[in-house]
């Protein structure tokens, strides 16, 4: 007896054939800071921890608008504090935004409105994806402040920052209707 998946029965029943492989896509969030070293790593690891505890349909990915080659690696006092969450970020290495990341990215976050501009400028094909993270949770847009060289306490605000907007952008993006190509 052949095996009938269930998007291939849904395409018999008349539910068209694309709709069903959307569905299987997760969505897709871009978090973007300059280096990609602090606040888009925390931010990153935050939404993945999110999404893990609430079985969410959704893949994020931190990026840099601005890689600095001779500093990629996560800054010490956001690994300090991701790795109390239980999260180890010491493996990550920054990764420069590019043409194809914002191609499959249903959402693009950023940490502040430069951020963003820079975005929108590099990929104007971005426009009406693209935000910074507090317009996109709650419609206002707010700087969150690069920590980098600054004590630990200080990163300690930011991450409170990050821990007030993320689950509000996650249910937002878990809500939001299936990107059209």
Not at 4 to 9: E, F, G, K, N, V
Not at 20 to 43: H, I, Q, Y
Not at 126 to 139: C, P, Q
């Amino acid at each position: 007896m052949k095996k009938i998946t269930i998007a291939a029965l849904l395409c018999l029943l008349g539910v068209t054939c694309a709709s069903v492989a959307l569905a299987d896509e997760p969505k897709k969030v871009a978090f973007v800071d300059t280096g990609n070293t602090g606040r888009s790593v925390m931010a990153e690891a935050i939404a993945d921890q999110l999404i893990a505890q609430r079985h969410a349909h959704i893949a994020v990915i931190s990026r840099a608008v601005d890689e600095d080659p001779y500093d990629v690696k996560p800054e010490e006092n956001g690994v300090i504090l991701m790795k109390r969450r239980g999260i180890d970020t010491s493996a990550h290495r920054s990764t420069q935004l590019d043409a194809n990341d914002v191609k499959h990215s249903d959402v693009i976050l950023t940490m502040t409105e430069t951020h963003k501009q820079k975005v929108l400028k590099l990929y104007p094909q971005a426009a009406g994806k693209v935000f910074t993270l507090s317009e996109y949770a709650t419609g206002q847009s707010t700087e969150i402040p690069d920590a980098w060289g600054k004590p630990l306490e200080f990163y300690e605000g930011v991450v409170a920052t990050l821990d007030k907007l993320i689950p509000t952008a996650l249910d937002k993006v878990a809500a939001a209707a299936p990107a059209k190509e």
